[in-house]
């Protein structure tokens, strides 16, 4: 059975605003555009959805073909289609965010950059970029999101730092503390943390054990 | 200049969600699909995007299309792309909800339902659906969209069963007042609500004015 559409196609790609924590500042993994348009600008890593392919999927195989990143937290964050967004042709974006529990992940085409100041981006890039650093903030007060920036285990100085990082701004030790531990997040793991330039300090993971 | 693509192009499509409060339960818009696939099924209220036609104009115009349906506050959802959602061929849908003030809306293709006891649907509506109403009762504790069903003015007895209709379970009267007004998000209009088979009562408003 066949049909015919009365209207033209748009080519669809996902673009991927891939986050990390590193030197306690939020990061963004950028890559310079190989090829026109916007070659040799900087960009958000991206490319066309396959046929069968689901947008996640698409989505992790721009993570694993662009950078040497493995598990990841992945979220979709929104769909931008302005009709001049692309000067080839209506190209439509599906945006997702990831989040990398590993603050030295390293990307394969394309360098780190803090996301509150990175450099000018090609396409409609920059505005991504923006939505998903709002939607990150957001998210740190009312979801888990945060945690996502954590290895396994991690201290609760750790834990704030990356809040931090993320809101771009200091939080009151003890009030911050007190949310994280009354809203049954993390857990005590009962062991403290060894080596370093601090005192030991007890270790904490996420409540669902993950 | 001319550019060839590797990948086929999927057809793009809108679908709405559009939301109102009718005798304190949260409804849903539906339509019976005139063609196939789907044909007879109920569906959320779609279409193909047009050329130059941004996403949310796409949205608007499905809206004004198939409904009565003046002013209202939309927000995109989220993308719906597995592959083989349609039958045709590979289309993805770009979801948004829509919430209507005017608790007596007036569809012209179709009719209103109870969002949390929908007819089977065809497509993946019903997952859409589930998202949409999921998106709702999150954005309601943290966020000021449970006043966008709201007519210009109202009493807090009127925004509390608003809320309710929305959750699906009864809030305590003293606590929703408490948090509503600290919220910032009402200010009293110095007016009180005349007629109806209620005491009069403190009419409020957004507090932005608008």
């Known amino acids: 059975m066949s049909y015919t559409y009365e209207f033209s196609r748009p080519a669809v790609t996902v673009d991927?605003?891939?986050f990390r924590i590193h030197d306690?500042?939020?990061?963004?993994?950028?890559?310079r555009r190989?090829?026109?348009?916007?070659?040799?600008?900087?960009?958000?890593?991206g490319g066309f959805v396959h046929e069968n392919e689901a947008l996640?999927?698409?989505?992790?195989?721009?993570l694993s073909d662009k950078t040497e990143i493995g598990d990841v937290y992945l979220e979709q964050l929104a769909t931008f289609g302005a009709p001049d967004r692309d000067p080839?042709?209506?190209?439509?974006s599906v945006a997702y965010f990831a989040i990398l529990a590993d603050g030295d992940a390293a990307g394969t085409d394309g360098d780190w950059f803090a996301a509150d100041a990175p450099p000018e981006l090609g396409f409609d890039h920059t505005s991504i970029l923006t939505v998903a650093v709002q939607r990150l903030r957001a998210k740190l007060t009312y979801s888990d999101l945060g945690l996502a920036f954590m290895p396994e285990t991690f201290t609760l100085t750790e834990l704030q730092r990356s809040f931090e990082a993320v809101l771009g701004q200091a939080l009151?030790?003890?009030?911050?503390?007190?949310?994280?531990?009354?809203?049954?997040r993390v857990e005590a793991t009962g062991e403290?943390?060894?080596?370093?330039?601090?005192?030991?300090?007890?270790l904490y993971r996420r409540a669902d054990g993950t």
């Open 88 to 92: 080839r042709d209506r190209t439509i």
């Open 24 to 31: 306690d500042a939020l990061e963004v993994y950028l890559i």
């Open 192 to 202: 403290k943390s060894t080596g370093g330039a601090h005192p030991p300090a007890m």
């Open 16 to 18: 991927l605003v891939a």
């Open 56 to 62: 996640e999927a698409t989505a992790l195989r721009i």
């Open 172 to 184: 009151d030790k003890r009030n911050f503390r007190k949310s994280i531990l009354s809203s049954g």
């Open 34 to 45: 190989p090829e026109p348009p916007f070659k040799g600008h900087w960009t958000l890593p």
